[in-house]
Nanobody, 123 residues
Framework: QLVESGGGSVQVGGSLRLSCVAS????????MGWFRQIPDKEREGVAG???????NYSDSVKGRFTISQDIANNALYLEMIDLKPEDSAMYYC????????????????????WGPGTQVTVS
């Protein structure tokens, strides 16, 4: 089970920190990522992190978002700064294999675990 938190409404240029707690033995055995979806659009990869700490970001967030993990506490984070209206979306925490990191492939529910999501609104 994955549970996200930290979403909310923020002004343009503001920042937010999303958190995700995973109910697994240890996230150190998996790859994790953040994906997002705008209504009526397909889900897209935002950032991913492998168990060894290697990270990957979509071009649209590179330099503004930072993904990190706390393996001891089974937690995943997404630090977001300089937020833009186009960052408004439902953000999902995902636990899966390497494909969700490189190349940020959107997995099916058969391929990975998805959290229920947390809404981010930038205006």
């Amino acid at each position: 089970q994955l549970v996200e938190s930290g979403g909310g409404s923020v002004q343009v240029g503001g920042s937010l920190r999303l958190s995700c707690v995973a109910s697994v033995d240890t996230i150190g055995r998996y790859c994790m990522g953040w994906f997002r979806q705008i209504p009526d659009k397909e889900r897209e990869g935002v950032a991913g992190i492998e168990s060894d700490g290697s990270t990957n970001y979509s071009d649209s967030v590179k330099g503004r978002f930072t993904i990190s993990q706390d393996i001891a506490n089974n937690a995943l984070y997404l630090e977001m700064i300089d937020l833009k209206p186009e960052d408004s979306a439902m953000y999902y925490c995902v636990l899966g294999d390497k494909r969700i990191v490189f190349p940020l492939k959107v997995p099916t529910t058969m391929e990975a675990y998805w959290g229920p999501g947390t809404q981010v609104t930038v205006s």
